[in-house]
């Protein structure tokens, strides 16, 4: 019963290459997220999709490029891989939800992550 | 741009010992959300708590409670009675409400927090 499930889990590929990393949920959420966390820990968000449409585009190279088929995939394809990308990538998830005092909330389900490599 | 800074990179503490992370943000906005996740070394982004920026009261999980000071923007993480299992680390994080659907979540660096049996 994965909530958030990401795949692979781990990627070991040589600079140069394209790959790609699949998310998808499975809680009927509206909006996924793509985050990356450095070597040193720092955990960044990429890009945000809302009902397929691009919401948040952080400034990410080109070579990075979020697809959604459908509302519960996102998928992070990745081309001409340098070393510095070599991190964890975290996807995530979220629905709209309304709290007392009116404001609206989306906690983020994140997934387990998937370890990427770039020799 | 909101900012979110835990200055504390490493914290250790005894087995059934009192910690504190401590967390401040920067931000101009007046409705927002701040949380503490814990990253344990399997890699999972597990939610502890979190804080509506429009209660005065402080959120409390069993063992985990914060100190939420608006004004100072500051949003400290209490661990009582500290575990094994807590060893991990921890990542202060701002949500700012923009709209119904979009939500930018921004994390802090990260406090590698380390329980001694």
């Known amino acids: 019963d994965t909530a958030v499930s990401q795949t692979p889990k781990y990627l070991v590929t040589q600079m140069g290459n394209d790959k790609s990393i699949k998310c998808e949920q499975n809680?009927?959420?509206?909006?996924m997220y793509w985050y990356k966390q450095d070597s040193k820990k720092f955990l960044k968000i990429m890009f945000s999709?809302?009902?397929?449409?691009?919401?948040i585009n952080e400034t990410v190279p080109n070579r990075f490029s979020p697809k959604s088929p459908d509302k519960a995939h996102l998928n992070l394809h990745i081309n001409s891989l340098e070393l510095g990308d070599s991190a964890v990538y975290f996807c995530?998830?979220?629905?709209?939800?309304?709290?007392?005092?009116?404001?609206?909330?989306?906690?983020?389900?994140f997934g387990p992550g998937t370890r990427l490599t770039v020799l | 741009a909101q900012t979110v800074t835990q200055s504390q990179p490493e914290m250790s503490v005894q087995e059934a010992e009192t910690v504190t992370l401590s967390c401040t943000y920067d931000?101009?906005?007046?409705?927002?959300?701040l949380f503490w996740y814990k990253q344990p070394p399997s890699r999972q982004m597990i939610l502890v708590i979190r804080?509506?920026?429009?209660?005065?009261q402080n959120a409390t999980e069993n063992r985990f409670s914060v100190n939420f000071q608006k004004a100072a923007k500051s949003f400290s993480l209490k661990i009582s009675d500290s575990q094994l299992g807590d060893t991990a680390m921890y990542f202060c994080?701002?949500?700012?409400?923009?709209?119904?659907?979009?939500?930018?979540?921004?994390f802090g660096a990260g406090t590698r927090l380390t329980v001694k049996p």
């Open positions: 931000t101009s906005e007046n409705n927002y959300y």
């Open positions: 809680l009927g959420h509206d909006t």
């Open positions: 994080a701002f949500m700012n409400q923009i709209d119904y659907n979009n939500n930018d979540m921004r």
């Open positions: 804080q509506e920026a429009y209660k005065q």
């Open positions: 995530a998830s979220s629905h709209p939800e309304n709290l007392i005092g009116g404001l609206p909330y989306n906690e983020q389900f």
């Open positions: 999709y809302n009902n397929k449409e691009l919401i």
